[in-house]
């Protein structure tokens, strides 16, 4: 365990961070290339410890993956020619690879066992495995299939129709991964939309999949073309940036390629309510929409946050958090339930952590409330191994007033090898 000495009361923060992959888009072309025919090349991967468990993983299933840096080669066989691997998958930190591989390796005729690190032991699998089993899969698990490892025999798979009791996009992705090679149709009704990557980049690989508003239709026994694949920028990785950039005095900083899928841009409505000084440029329209956002010191104020804008921007309310510490009023976050069986629950390392720095911060059973503004103090906190709960913390320490040590700062590498690095380049 790393611990670092924050730089604190930062003066300004001037300049230009080319934002890297973004993750759940980098895992899914992992995980499509590995099941297409063909060949698939990825460009921007983001080469984080997620989604480096992706790549290894599907290397352990016989796929030939080649990546060098943000480059990534794949030379795919179908999903027939991944072959029953020899040891057990270790999926790190990643619930997006054990959700989504659980929905793939249900239909594959042989054995596969999926674990990894402590967090991933806590944290809910029934929400896969049951409507998996519906579809007629064989897992197993620890509390009945309610934890980690997983033990899967795959096998032959008929279609459902499964309203999601939760909006995630990881339970959607894993049953429309399972319905592609089941009997007939499968249905997912979602309670709020929730990230449409899967939906998106499976039309990209030449799979026919409907979407008509929070319903998702795929029929069965469809295969994917290996195609080239061109990663925007993570919004949940700029979000830092974003909140850095508005609450730092005198500062301007322009974030490069941020992705824009309405499905994930809840932060931008955010900022937007709470009265951020931004602009975005240079949009591009394509089906992953990305652009560059130009951000400037802010007088915020507080705001609500709750209902359906929740899934558009789920990984970004411990930044969010920390923004609304930093302006005028009271900023209530409810509807967030979720938050607690995240990488952590964040409803707590968020209030705990925050708290520790003199932050106006209370949890409530499904979110926060924040009061502000509030002058930050050095303190000693801990990212708990969370990668998002780290960076937060990062940002809070530029404007708190005396020495910031992060405990466990190596975590932030889950999602953003060089967060610190383009951090420091920003400080003037
Ligand atoms: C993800 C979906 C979300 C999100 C996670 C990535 C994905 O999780 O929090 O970081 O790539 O599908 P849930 O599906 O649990 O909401």
Do not use: W
Not at 56 to 69: A, E, H, P, Y
Not at 216 to 225: A, F, M, S, V, Y
Not at 370 to 381: A, E, S, Y
């Amino acid at each position: 365990m790393t611990n670092r000495h924050l730089i604190t009361d930062v003066t300004s923060l001037q300049g230009t961070v080319e934002i890297p992959g973004d993750k759940s888009i980098s895992h899914r072309a992992i995980m499509f290339g590995s099941i297409a025919d063909g060949t698939t090349t990825i460009r921007n991967f983001l080469a984080g410890e997620d989604c480096l468990s992706t790549i290894s993983c599907f290397q352990k299933l016989g796929v030939t993956i080649q990546q060098d840096g943000t480059n990534v080669t794949i030379e795919g066989k179908g999903l027939n020619g991944l072959q029953e691997a020899k040891e057990l998958l270790d999926v790190g930190n990643s619930g997006t690879t054990i959700r989504l591989m659980t929905g793939i390796l249900s239909g594959l005729p042989y054995h596969s066992v999926l674990a990894g690190d402590a967090s991933i032991a806590k944290r809910p699998m029934t929400r896969v495995v049951e409507p998996l089993r519906k579809m007629g899969a064989n897992i197993e698990g620890r509390e009945q299939g309610k934890y980690t490892p997983l033990s899967i025999r795959g096998g032959k798979l008929h279609g459902i129709t499964y309203e999601l009791p939760v909006a995630s996009a990881q339970v959607k992705s894993a049953i429309l991964l399972a319905g592609l090679q089941a009997e007939g149709q499968t249905t997912v009704i979602e309670p709020a939309r929730t990230r449409n990557h899967t939906e998106t980049m499976l039309q990209m690989f030449g799979v026919n999949v409907n979407t008509n508003d929070r319903t998702i239709t795929i029929e069965g026994n469809q295969k994917l073309t290996g195609t080239d694949i061109m990663v925007p920028g993570d919004i949940s990785s700029a979000a830092f940036f974003l909140t850095a950039g508005a609450i730092v005095p005198n500062s301007r900083i322009l974030l490069k390629n941020v992705g824009l899928n309405e499905t994930r841009s809840g932060m931008i409505d955010v900022l937007l309510a709470m009265g951020a000084d931004f602009a975005i440029i240079n949009e591009n329209h394509s089906s992953e929409p990305s652009g560059d956002i130009e951000i400037a010191t802010s007088n915020l104020k507080g705001t609500e946050i709750n209902g359906d804008i929740i899934p558009r921007l789920i990984d970004e309310i411990p930044i969010i958090a920390l923004m609304a510490t930093q302006a005028e009023g009271t900023t209530i976050i409810s509807d967030a339930k979720e938050l607690k069986v995240k990488e952590t629950n964040r409803i707590d390392t968020v209030v705990s952590e925050l708290t520790k720095l003199g932050a106006d911060i209370t949890a409530t059973d499904d979110g926060m409330i924040i009061k502000g503004k509030t002058p930050l103090t050095g303190g000693t906190v801990n990212s708990h191994g969370d990668h998002r709960i780290g960076m937060m913390l990062a940002i809070a320490a530029t404007i708190a007033q005396g020495d910031v040590i992060l405990e466990d700062a190596e975590a932030v590498a889950v999602s953003y090898p060089n967060f610190f690095e383009h951090l420091q380049q920003l400080m003037k």
